[in-house]
């Protein structure tokens, strides 16, 4: 399948109009990939050192041309591009090596086997429904029922053990020994939904990037928030995004292994 193909594919799926004002999905770079065979490295984030690992593929003999990722490269236009910088380092990098960056990110929030949705999956939620709908069957974050009820400490291990994250923040408040029935789940930065998910019922909410007073706020809610890092709570989504691709019968893709977290937890 060509890339023009597969973005085409992808778009039909999770349309980057829907994106949020403030984001910007789509091609970040396209130095003139569009009708060559789609080889592809998926990724959480696209850096330096994913660039580098997509050109060490075509060094060994795999002429990868795209790196699809989650989060964009460029947020905002850049007003300038100089040596040294990262932004101006991938781009010469891309146009150097032939290798498109394309990104799927509030769009891909939203859909169904997105980054909310695997983590409803994951943890076998059932009767999912989105936190906030933003049209028929399309939402941010996911709310259902567990298949039978859990102690907040099973699920605490549960977490731990599907999602691996470095480290647990969970409301201090909370008894481990609660049982849970209804659950809220959003990948990557989902404080701002607190209200949204006290309305749905929910006992405990699943998400990351949270503050101190977000945690002051849930507890005074009644809602146990759980925070288990941005990185472990996406990167699932973009490993399911590689299932998707060979769907297609790409001729080669790959989860990318030099996505980074950006956060070391010392013991």
């Known amino acids: 399948m060509k890339i023009v193909d597969l973005i085409a594919w992808f778009e039909e799926w999770a349309n980057p109009a829907w994106q949020e004002s403030w984001d910007n999905c789509g091609w970040q770079i396209e130095p003139g990939v569009l009708q060559e065979e789609a080889r592809v490295l998926i990724c959480l984030t696209p850096t330096l050192a994913v660039m580098q690992e997509a050109?060490?593929?075509?060094?060994?003999g795999i002429p990868v041309n795209l790196i699809f990722a989650h989060?964009?490269?460029?947020?905002?236009?850049?007003?300038?591009?100089?040596?040294?910088?990262?932004?101006?380092?991938?781009a010469r990098l891309a146009f150097i090596h032939n290798i498109g960056i394309y990104s799927a990110h509030t769009n891909f929030d939203q859909v169904q086997d997105g980054t909310a949705d695997v983590l409803a999956q994951i943890l076998e939620l059932q009767q999912v429904s989105p936190i906030v709908p933003t049209q028929p069957g399309l939402g941010y974050g996911r709310v259902g029922l567990l298949k039978s009820s859990f102690a907040l400490k099973e699920l605490l291990a549960t977490i731990?053990?599907?999602?691996?994250p470095p480290a647990l923040i969970i409301s201090p408040t909370a008894d481990l020994e609660q049982k849970l029935d209804k659950i809220a789940v959003l990948g990557g930065s989902g404080a701002s939904f607190i209200s949204a998910v006290v309305k749905t019922g929910?006992?405990?909410?699943?998400?990351?990037?949270?503050?101190?007073?977000?945690?002051?706020?849930?507890?005074?809610?009644?809602?146990?928030?759980?925070?288990?890092?941005?990185?472990?709570?996406?990167?699932?989504?973009?490993?399911?995004?590689?299932?998707?691709?060979?769907?297609?019968n790409l001729d080669w893709v790959q989860l990318s292994q030099q996505d980074e977290d950006f956060r070391l937890f010392v013991q």
Request: with cysteine; glycine share 2%.
């Open 202 to 248: 929910a006992q405990a909410y699943l998400t990351s990037d949270c503050k101190f007073h977000q945690f002051q706020e849930s507890r005074d809610r009644d809602l146990i928030l759980i925070d288990a890092g941005h990185y472990a709570t996406e990167r699932p989504a973009c490993d399911r995004l590689v299932q998707k691709f060979r769907t297609v």
């Open 160 to 164: 731990q053990s599907r999602l691996a």
């Open 55 to 60: 050109i060490a593929h075509q060094k060994a």
């Open 71 to 90: 989060h964009p490269l460029i947020f905002s236009p850049p007003k300038s591009l100089r040596s040294g910088n990262p932004i101006a380092e991938m």
